[in-house]
């Protein structure tokens, strides 16, 4: 580090901007390692709440109709249809713990005029088509009701939907913040250091060589603010999820990642030094280009 910055032909390393660029920009990843962590947890939820309901129906049977031994005409009749993989009953005990995370582990089902619950897995989503199943199972008993999770889980892709969007709204924002401040500090370099670029040109160097030393220098500070940014963001994602560990609530999406999401955040430092080298470069040439 101390050859790359001593090597340089311009003092870039001694402009006040080496000392406060790397805080804006490990900010600026800080924020970005954040938003896509939100966005990759809202993706995986997504996924997963579609694959759980993509090959499993409930049927939902009036309580007054399962007394009378509707469960058991209900249950034949699924069996018999085709591409049905398993039909289970739900007993008391499992009704109550699903209920248990809203109403509390003290529930008496006896005082509540609850359905009975039928758990439908198929063999394929789309298998088997929850109007025309529950068109046939009414013929059979009435009252029964249908349900493949549509109903609540459309309004909550479309949701996370517009979270993602957001998310996606919020990264090209910090991105842009971080091409503005990279601009700033290369045109206040390029100012302070216009005598000495002067000497410079008058020795033969050409404009490339200026720019390559800019884009060495916004390289660097990126990499060394970018780098700890990513750290801390790393440990506030590691406590948000061992937080979440000790929450009951089963519709929330687990703070979960996989290699591949790791591998979209240990990329946020050297896109952020990619980008600063870039724009650094592209600002002095398009700078001294229209200097006489």
């Known amino acids: ?11 870039l390393a001694s402009d006040p901007s080496a000392r406060f660029v790397p805080w804006i920009i490990g900010t600026m990843v800080f924020l970005s390692a954040l938003v896509l962590a939100v966005a990759l947890v809202l993706d995986s939820a997504i996924e997963q709440w579609r694959l759980s309901h993509s090959v499993r129906l409930t049927v939902e049977i009036p309580a007054e109709v399962a007394a009378a031994g509707g469960i058991d005409l209900v249950v034949m009749r699924l069996k018999d ?42 063999v394929s989503p789309g298998a088997l088509d929850p109007a025309a199943t529950e068109r046939l199972l009414t013929d059979v008993v009435p009252g029964v009701r249908v349900d493949d999770g549509r109903r609540w889980l459309e309004p ?15 990264l090209l924002l910090i991105g842009l913040a971080s091409v503005a401040t990279v601009i700033f500090m290369t045109r206040t370099g390029l100012s302070v250091h216009s005598k000495t670029i002067d000497v410079l040109h008058q020795v033969g160097a050409r404009d490339s060589y200026v720019a390559r030393l800019f884009q060495n220098q916004a390289l660097l500070l990126a990499l060394i603010g970018g780098v700890p940014g990513l750290g801390l963001a790393a440990l506030c994602l590691m406590i948000v999820r061992s937080l979440a560990v000790r929450l009951d609530a089963p519709l929330l999406p687990q703070v979960a990642f996989g290699a591949q999401d790791w591998l979209y955040l240990l990329a946020l430092p050297l896109v952020a030094a990619l980008i600063g080298m870039l724009t650094a470069r592209i600002t002095v040439l398009a700078t001294l280009a229209r200097m006489p």
């Open 1 to 11: 580090m101390k050859l790359w910055r001593g090597s340089s032909d311009v003092p």
């Open 81 to 122: 249809l085709p591409g049905v993989v398993s039909v289970t009953p739900l007993g008391d005990d499992r009704i109550a713990e699903l209920l248990a995370p809203w109403i509390g582990d003290n529930l008496d089902l006896s005082v509540l005029p609850l359905p009975s619950l039928i758990d439908v897995e198929v």
């Open 156 to 170: 909550v892709r479309a949701t996370a939907g517009a979270l993602q969007v957001i998310a996606a709204v919020v």
